[in-house]
């Protein structure tokens, strides 16, 4: 399989305090990666090294192949935040802006979007099943809708690695089990990359093909199985954390319930 | 050009067509660029840059540069300033605003002591119609145009970086550099509109006709064009009531501006009340 992330000895960390060492891992084409992690053990970091937002201390990343330094083809990777979550509701724009913004950089400076882009603009809402919703504005939304408009805004520069960091915070359990509907039929349908942080272990097991625990500056990933789960959480929070699986219930959906 | 209206008439008269001209730049530029300044929570901003601004004029006439110039560079520096001084505290950054708005001050204050007609001064504090010389005429028009394209330019841009910057970043916006551009628009746009409107009732330009837009807009092109209509409404009716009752036209733009904000919440309270009372009713019906 090809090796989509590639990631060698790095280290990074704020100040004096290192919060990431010797970090060793690669993530394949076609992988549903799910991070986990106490508070402050490096997962948003590790995201934001990936996305070349903050520079290691030392050590090599590499993505599709090439050095992060030199890496130009930022249109294939995806990118849904944490702010998505707490962005200014009242801020003026309708699902269609918002979607289009992320072709901005494809159609360039000074050119206005045409018929072309529109169309994408639609293919990649019809995709999250938002496209009667592209003359609404997006503070009017529920929590469960503007997060499928922010996968929306990335999946529209068709994307072969999507990176999120918890976005199912703020969002009621039917919802988060469309959600990952959506990014389960993301990842087997258009063979996307999905490389998720979240807390709710539960769902990773569930969702994700492979888990990632970070702990003490380090990270163990491995296949999801509930061997793999039951030794690294231990290690990762210090006590036997009780594993609830959720039953999702999407509808149109057939939902993976409980490996 | 409008003869039967009689010679008194306020668009036969040269000096009121120069400022209705200059007016209706000043509604394109400063409800355009007000919008994002607004949107990206930087309202007080333009206090800042207008005293700044102020530092300028009052430079300008020591020194015998044209003050509108001398405007422009104090406003572009304290622009740049801010910027600096944002970085320097990323987690306070309103911090950078009441410094450069101080210095401003601060620098105006001493200036001022220096200037030999105060009546100059003063007409840059609440705006003026009769003082603008055929070179600033020039001058405001040519900045005026520059902005309102580089803004028409750079829309969908400033779009992309006012509501997610991050984002903007990663989809490969050149961020730094817009931001770059629209400060210094920013800069420009509050130095140029000081002669008419006023230095210290420019900030009120950006900011409320983008107060009153935002209420009303359903996207945020319509926002900026309702915006532009709404300072458009402001300066025209503004500039009109202040040749025919004397009146300062840069209070008198302002309190059109606020009256005009008003006049929109109470439209949407009142839509919003009709729709809720429709809903009771529809509700009732069926019940």
Redesign the interface.
């Known amino acids: 399989m090809e090796k989509v992330i590639e990631v060698k000895d790095l280290s990074f960390g704020y100040g004096e305090r290192l919060v990431l060492e010797n970090l060793n891992f690669s993530v394949e084409r076609g992988d549903f990666v799910g991070i986990i992690g106490p508070n402050g053990s490096g997962k948003s970091t590790l995201i934001k090294l990936l996305?070349n937002?903050v520079k290691p201390l030392r050590g090599e990343i590499n993505i599709l192949g090439q050095s992060i330094e030199k890496f130009n083809c930022?249109?294939k990777?995806g990118?849904v935040?944490q702010?998505a979550n707490s962005?200014?509701t009242?801020?003026?724009?309708?699902v269609e802006?918002?979607v289009?913004?992320?072709l901005?950089?494809k159609?360039g400076?000074?050119k206005?979007?045409n018929k072309e882009h529109k169309n994408l603009v639609y293919d990649a809402l019809k995709t999250v099943g938002m496209e009667d919703y592209k003359?609404k504005?997006i503070g009017n939304l529920s929590g469960g809708q503007q997060q499928r408009v922010f996968i929306a805004?990335v999946l529209v520069?068709k994307p072969e690695i999507m990176f999120l960091d918890e976005p199912t915070v703020g969002i009621d359990a039917r919802t988060e089990g469309a959600l990952y509907c959506l990014l389960g039929k993301l990842n087997s349908e258009m063979g996307i990359t999905i490389v998720m942080i979240s807390h709710d272990i539960g769902a990773m097991t569930v969702h994700a093909n492979k888990i990632a625990c970070m702990t003490n500056k380090q990270i163990i990933i491995n296949q999801n199985s509930k061997e793999f789960i039951n030794s690294s959480l231990r290690d990762v929070y210090g006590y036997d954390v009780n594993l609830q699986v959720p039953r999702h219930f999407c509808e149109n959906c057939c939902m993976k319930e409980g490996k | 050009m409008f003869a039967i209206f009689g010679e008194d008439f306020v668009l036969n008269l040269e000096f009121m067509q120069r400022a209705y001209l200059i007016g209706i730049l000043i509604a394109v530029m400063a409800p355009a660029i007000g919008v994002i300044i607004v949107?990206k929570?930087l309202s007080m901003i333009g206090d800042s840059l207008s005293h700044a601004s102020l530092a300028g004029v009052a430079f300008g006439l020591i020194s015998g540069l044209n003050p509108i110039i001398g405007a422009t560079v104090f406003s572009i520096a304290a622009a740049l300033g801010i910027e600096k001084i944002r970085r320097a505290f990323p987690k306070y950054s309103e911090i950078s605003i009441a410094v450069i708005l101080s210095a401003g001050i601060g620098l105006a204050g001493v200036f001022s002591g220096f200037v030999k007609n105060g009546f100059s001064l003063t007409s840059y504090l609440f705006g003026s119609i009769v003082a603008i010389s055929d070179f600033e005429f020039g001058l405001i028009v040519t900045l005026g145009i520059v902005v309102i394209l580089t803004v028409i330019?750079?829309f969908?841009?400033l779009?992309?970086i006012t509501?997610?910057e991050?984002?903007?970043?990663?989809?490969?916006?050149?961020v730094k550099g817009i931001n770059f551009i629209f400060m210094v628009l920013t800069a420009v746009t509050i130095a140029v509109s000081s002669r008419v409107v006023g230095v210290l009732v420019i900030s009120s330009l950006l900011v409320l006709p983008s107060a009153s837009a935002?209420q009303i807009?359903?996207?945020?092109?319509?926002?900026v064009v309702y915006s532009v209509l709404y300072g458009m409404l402001s300066i025209i009716t503004g500039l009109t009531l202040s040749f025919y009752l004397n009146l300062v036209p840069g209070g008198t733009i302002v309190l059109i501006s606020v009256v005009l904000l008003v006049l929109t919440l109470l439209y949407k309270n009142l839509v919003k009340g009709l729709l809720f009372r429709r809903v009771l009713n529809q509700e009732k019906t069926r019940v």
């Open positions: 996305l937002i930022w249109s990777i990118y935040s702010k962005f200014n009242a801020f003026p724009a309708t802006e918002v289009s913004a992320n901005y950089s159609v400076l000074f206005r979007i003359d504005l805004r520069s | 949107l929570r330019l750079m969908k841009e779009f992309f509501f997610d991050e984002a903007a970043q990663l989809a490969g916006v050149p935002i807009a359903k996207s945020f092109k319509q926002t």
